[in-house]
Each structure stands twice: as C-alpha cells, then as structure tokens.
C-alpha cells in the first residue's frame, strides 16, 4: 500500500454495543469526535509539515470540547491513572533536542472534576487519580498545539497500563464512551509503526516494505472491524512494526471507542518517514476533518542526528 493513499470509508449497520450509553437518545451529531495521531518526532511541535498542517485542519474542523483527554504514548506506567490537578506540568520528556523545544510550554489547565468523571464512568474498572507526579508530556502537547493552539481548553493525560494486554485497553476506551456525549474529545497518541532502532535517514518520506503493510492491515481492521485491532497481534510483521508496545496502544482506546459507537474509523492523515515510522491517523466521528488524497503522505519533521545521539535516547 503505498503511503499517499487514504481510505474513505462509509460506514454500515453495526449491533449495539454492550456499554450503556448515559443517553440513549442522544443524536449521533452531538457526540464529540475521538481520534488517534500519528505524533512522530517531538520536533513536529515547532515545524509546520504535511503532518502538522493535517493536525490544524482537523482541530478548525472539530466542535469546541469542554475538555481533552489524551492518552500518550509516553505516560507509560504500571497502572491506569488520570491527570487530576488544577495546573499541570508541561513535561520536556526526551533528550537531544534544540533549546527551543525544552523551552516550549503548552499552558492548557487542567480539570480536576474531569478526572473524577472518568473514574466513576468506567467502574468498575479502576482508574486512580493522579495529583502531582505528571502532568502534560510531548505526545500531548507536541500535538494539542496545533490542534488547539490557544492552549486554552483543559487537557487531561490517562496513563498506559504497561502491565496490561491489547485487549484491555480496548475495553478501557470502550468505557469511555459516554465521555463523548460530555462534550470531551479523546486523544490517542503514538504511531501505529515505531521501531527507532531501523530508522533509515535516507528514506525522509517513505516506509519499508514491513513497516507499509503493518500500517495497511491495521488501517483494514481500524476501517471494517475496530474491535478485532488484538488480532493484528499475529500478523507477521508485528515484531518489526511493535518492538515495544507503548506507541500502538493509544490507538487502542479509539478502536474501543469505535466498538462502543457500533461504528469504523476513517483516516484523515497518512504517510511514512524514516523507513519505520508511520503517521497515519483516525478519527471517529469528524468526517468533515478528513484530508485530500494525498494531501497528507511523506514529510514530517527531522529526528536527532543519530550520530550524536542513539534513536532509543530520543524518546520520540
């Protein structure tokens, strides 16, 4: 598949899902939208690239949310909590980098009464309250700041479980759903292939072979059947695509979020870089927000010289 081509799927009938929604009545275009973007190299923050002008059309096409919530990549920890302070912590989580990206600061509040609702709507799943050990990381700001650039909507972070299979985080997103209709947006970020160590400079705007199929079989999944996304666990290029599992498994709370809607994903950003970075992104819900063909494919923002700095240092 090759990276400039973008799905443009129509979603059919699909059963009910088992989540009880708050309101069964609630008209399908009130619900806020859900999305999973590709964040690629934390310099994306400051470049304006294929992918970033992508992540600013999508945010002028989406309603205002009364709050975001994000779940980065990069909060990885052994057990699922919620950002739950008044003023979080922007968070210069990577090394390498020039001096203007650790001086960056994405001052977006935070929504303690938020975070209280999430706990309670996915009972009785747990989700603990975090009150000063995180706050807001580079795969939240890095962007939120070209989605909502104002900086002034409040962003909440929910932690990865490291200790958790796919299959639960696919659960989790499903019982956030109800989310939606409060007017929150969830945000996954992490890249759907993220291998750091088989980064290949001279490919700017293209993927590997492996890296190029791993993308179009989850992209045929997250498109037809979002809650079958653990199967993609088998194909066989996982290990090269998912060498660790931190950045894949944002995507897995939209594909619940998409179960619990009884509806597929759309892609409204595609592309490669590097040879094993892939930048596609979904949404659930924002049909407007979608790209042209080809508007989104190659491109994106230069990683650290690897010569001066090893690719697993760079926490991208």
């Given at each position: 598949?090759?990276?400039k081509e973008l799905?443009?799927?129509?979603?059919g009938p699909a059963?009910?899902?088992?989540?009880?929604?708050?309101?069964?009545?609630?008209?399908?275009?009130?619900?806020?939208?859900?999305?999973?973007?590709?964040?690629?190299?934390?310099?994306?923050?400051?470049?304006?690239?294929?992918?970033?002008?992508?992540?600013?059309?999508?945010?002028?096409?989406?309603?205002?949310?009364?709050?975001?919530?994000?779940?980065?990549?990069?909060?990885?920890?052994?057990?699922?909590?919620?950002?739950?302070?008044?003023?979080?912590?922007?968070?210069?989580?990577?090394?390498?980098?020039?001096?203007?990206?650790?001086?960056?600061?994405?001052?977006?509040?935070?929504?303690?009464?938020?975070?209280?609702?999430?706990?309670?709507?996915?009972?009785?799943?747990?989700?603990?309250?975090?009150?000063?050990?995180?706050?807001?990381?580079?795969?939240?700001?890095?962007?939120?700041?070209?989605?909502?650039?104002?900086?002034?909507?409040?962003?909440?972070?929910?932690?990865?479980?490291?200790?958790?299979?796919?299959?639960?985080?696919?659960?989790?997103?499903?019982?956030?759903?109800?989310?939606?209709?409060?007017?929150?947006?969830?945000?996954?970020?992490?890249?759907?292939?993220?291998?750091?160590?088989?980064?290949?400079?001279?490919?700017?705007?293209?993927?590997?072979?492996?890296?190029?199929?791993?993308?179009?079989?989850?992209?045929?999944?997250?498109?037809?059947?979002?809650?079958?996304?653990?199967?993609?666990?088998?194909?066989?290029?996982?290990?090269?695509?998912?060498?660790?599992?931190?950045?894949?498994?944002?995507?897995?709370?939209?594909?619940?979020?998409?179960?619990?809607?009884?509806?597929?994903?759309?892609?409204?950003?595609?592309?490669?870089?590097?040879?094993?970075?892939?930048?596609?992104?979904?949404?659930?819900?924002?049909?407007?927000?979608?790209?042209?063909?080809?508007?989104?494919?190659?491109?994106?923002?230069?990683?650290?010289?690897?010569?001066?700095?090893?690719?697993?240092?760079?926490?991208?």
């Open positions: 598949m090759g990276t799905v443009d799927f129509r979603p059963p009910k899902p088992p989540w009880r929604r708050q309101n069964e009545a609630m008209s399908a275009s009130t619900l806020m939208p859900a999305a999973f973007i590709g964040h690629g190299s934390p310099m994306n923050t400051m470049e304006r690239n294929r992918f970033t002008e992508q992540w600013a059309a999508f945010g002028r096409a989406l309603p205002r949310p009364r709050a975001v919530l994000c779940v980065s990549a990069h909060w990885f920890i052994p057990g699922t909590a919620v950002t739950a302070m008044e003023r979080p912590r922007v968070i210069h989580d990577f090394y390498g980098f020039p001096p203007e990206l650790f001086a960056f600061d994405y001052p977006a509040p935070g929504a303690p009464e938020v975070a209280r609702e999430i706990v309670e709507v996915v009972k009785p799943a747990h989700i603990g309250l975090d009150q000063d050990s995180w706050g807001l990381d580079h795969g939240a700001w890095s962007v939120l700041t070209h989605v909502f650039p104002a900086a002034d909507i409040p962003v909440l972070q929910l932690s990865i479980h490291s200790g958790e299979d796919l299959g639960y985080h696919v659960d989790l997103g499903a019982r956030l759903a109800p989310l939606r209709e409060r007017g929150i947006f969830i945000l996954g970020s992490g890249n759907v292939v993220h291998n750091l160590r088989r980064l290949d400079w001279n490919r700017p705007d293209a993927g590997y072979e492996w890296a190029e199929r791993f993308d179009g079989a989850v992209r045929s999944v997250m498109t037809s059947e979002p809650a079958s996304l653990p199967s993609v666990e088998r194909h066989a290029d996982f290990p090269l695509a998912v060498p660790t599992p931190e950045h894949f498994l944002p995507l897995a709370y939209l594909a619940g979020l998409c179960q619990a809607a009884g509806e597929t994903a759309s892609v409204f950003a595609a592309g490669a870089t590097m040879g094993s970075l892939t930048m596609t992104s979904y949404v659930l819900g924002a049909p407007a927000a979608r790209a042209a063909d080809g508007a989104a494919a190659g491109g994106g923002a230069p990683l650290p010289d690897p010569h001066r700095i090893p690719p697993e240092q760079t926490n991208t």
